[in-house]
């Protein structure tokens, strides 16, 4: 996608977000004592610049940049948590390649100066409920990457979460719904109550999912994608241990839908347990278990070897050993 692009998906993002009836918030026709839907038009139509030229510097320049144009047309915080996602959608986006790959790239490629810039851009939006931290608080100058901080406050904080899951939830449980709707042929508004549908899951998957469910757990999933997210919090907080039975326990819960879906026969499936396998690599390797490591990355490498014996020259085959 070129700069233009991407800064109309973005402004296009924010007014139909604004435009969508959401109980308890702004909407068409309700506003709040200090905030009205005018200021989210505004907020829209004043962030497209900055996001033309995300593909052109860090996710923290985009973040305080957009936060800074917003400011100069609204008094409140209107857009923080859409900037937030919208950054990393966006420059990758610019980069180019399957998206949500991209997403995680660049938030493996997050720096401590992207931190500095985004907790300058969150300070200025002054958001509500702030609270304080006990470590990489947003009013310190941060000495982590904007990654790590978002790990850190994945707990408690759903635009963290899904920063610190690689925007599991957007992609594992909105992009499938959206993709359904409209395959299916649904109107505008069937599509928009469909992705409401799925997206008001999330929260209720967090609180059901306290413990694993004993059916399992699909790759492509919210369950996995919060119950990574927790895995990925502990990790970040040093409980490497912990991350490491968490992620265990998941690889142990599995599940595929029909045979076909399997990562022996799905190369789909065989990217995102190739991926959970090397998280899980990686923690015991942290832990000092070399034995355990070694056996996760031996399981990584046969199913590699299985894949490169039917596809060669797949550059997608070719990742499963990175």
């Not at 500095?116 to 609270?131: C, M």
């Not at 390797?285 to 996760?296: L, M, N, P, R, W």
Request: aromatic share 4%; charged share 25%; with cysteine.
């Amino acid at each position: 996608m070129t700069g233009g692009e991407i800064g109309s998906a973005v402004q296009l993002a924010c007014l139909l977000e604004a435009s969508a009836s959401k109980p308890g918030n702004v909407t068409p026709g309700r506003r709040f004592r200090d905030m009205s839907y005018e200021d989210f038009l505004a907020s829209a139509a004043a962030i497209g610049p900055a996001f033309t030229r995300a593909g052109e510097r860090g996710l923290g320049a985009t973040i305080l940049e957009a936060i800074q144009a917003t400011r100069r047309w609204t008094r409140g915080n209107t857009n923080l948590g859409i900037i937030l996602l919208a950054a990393p959608l966006a420059r990758a986006a610019a980069v180019g390649g399957p998206l949500h790959e991209g997403v995680r790239r660049e938030l493996e490629a997050s720096t401590v100066e992207d931190a500095v810039l985004a907790y300058e851009a969150i300070r200025l939006a002054s958001p509500g409920g702030l609270g304080s931290a006990a470590e990489a608080d947003v009013r310190d100058r941060p000495t982590v990457t904007l990654r790590h901080a978002m790990q850190l406050s994945a707990h408690r904080d759903s635009i963290a979460q899904e920063w610190a899951s690689g925007f599991d939830i957007t992609f594992g449980c909105g992009v499938p719904a959206l993709r359904a709707a409209l395959a299916a042929g649904k109107k505008p508004e069937q599509v928009k109550e469909d992705l409401a549908y799925a997206l008001e899951q999330v929260p209720k998957i967090g609180e059901e999912t306290k413990d694993l469910p004993a059916e399992g757990i699909a790759l492509d999933s919210p369950q996995f994608a919060v119950l990574s997210a927790r895995a990925d919090a502990a990790a970040a907080s040093g409980r490497i241990d912990e991350a490491a039975a968490a992620y265990e326990e998941i690889l142990s819960k599995v599940k595929y839908d029909t045979p076909w879906a399997a990562p022996e026969k799905d190369l789909r499936s065989a990217q995102r347990l190739a991926r959970l396998l090397r998280t899980l690599t990686s923690l015991y390797v942290q832990a000092g278990d070399e034995t355990k490591a070694e056996a996760i990355r031996k399981r990584r490498q046969e199913l590699a070897r299985m894949w490169e014996a039917r596809l060669p020259a797949n550059p997608v085959v070719k990742g499963l050993r990175m």
